[in-house]
């Protein structure tokens, strides 16, 4: 399967700092989605991204599609307690069966 | 709606049972999907459906089995358990992945002792 390669691992950051992780590929995608998942729950979407180049963003999160494709960007700014979980980047590959493939996440841990 | 739903939401198998996961999604998607998720991982696709009828396999469907008789039901079948299949299964719906988001269940975690 592909490989998306997310970074940092995990991060520890004091409330009101911004966050910024990535997600990087040897290959070409159609899509970038950002996923949060909380202990115990499916992840929720946060933020999707269809085009090389765009940059969305939903309240303190923005995200965006690298111009190579090959690449997605997460920050989130002014971090709050409830911004704590795992982040999930997914990229879909439209000429490989329409397939999801999934980072390894990366870890926010938010001290008050 | 109540988006995507799973059952059970844990399970605990003998090695060699078997069980049947079930899923289901009232938004009249297309698209639904099984992912695994093993501690400190991604997920990983196990098998997916583009419609009723149509199935394929994911990145590890081996020791899996899925069928898709309606739009809103994509069950996951677990026919001999073995220890590598304890996880936490995840089913999920798009209406269409190219222009459309995933939507996740709440997930089913599976032991096989």
């Known amino acids: 399967g592909q490989q998306l390669n997310q970074s940092p691992q995990s991060m520890f950051i004091q409330e009101g700092e911004d966050v910024s992780m990535n997600c990087t590929s040897s290959?070409?995608?159609?899509?970038w989605l950002w996923y949060k998942q909380d202990p115990g729950e499916g992840p929720v979407l946060l933020i999707a991204?269809?085009?090389?180049?765009e940059l969305t963003s939903n309240g303190r999160l923005t995200a965006q599609f690298g111009i190579t494709r090959k690449d997605s960007f997460l920050n989130i700014s002014a971090s709050i307690p409830s911004d704590v979980g795992i982040y999930f980047c997914?990229?879909?590959?439209?000429?490989?069966?329409?397939?999801?493939?999934f980072g390894t996440g990366t870890s926010l841990t938010v001290i008050p | 709606n109540a988006g995507v739903t799973q059952t059970p939401k844990f399970r605990i198998l003998k090695i060699g049972q078997s069980m049947t996961l079930q899923c289901a999604q009232d938004?009249?998607?297309?698209?639904m999907y099984w992912y695994r998720q093993d501690p400190g991982m991604g997920l990983k696709l196990i098998y997916y459906?583009?419609?009723?009828?149509?199935?394929d396999k994911g990145e590890v469907p081996n020791g899996y089995n899925v069928s898709r008789s309606t739009t809103e039901d994509f069950p996951l079948r677990l026919e001999l358990a073995a220890p590598s299949q304890t996880s936490v299964y995840f089913c999920?719906?798009?209406?269409?992945?190219?222009?459309?988001?995933?939507?996740f269940g709440p997930g089913t975690r599976l032991t096989v002792t």
């Open positions: 999920a719906s798009s209406y269409s992945p190219g222009v459309s988001e995933q939507y």
């Open positions: 290959s070409i995608f159609n899509t």
């Open positions: 991204l269809y085009k090389a180049g």
């Open positions: 997914a990229g879909l590959q439209l000429n490989t069966g329409n397939q999801f493939y």
């Open positions: 938004m009249n998607h297309n698209y």
């Open positions: 459906s583009v419609g009723a009828g149509i199935t």
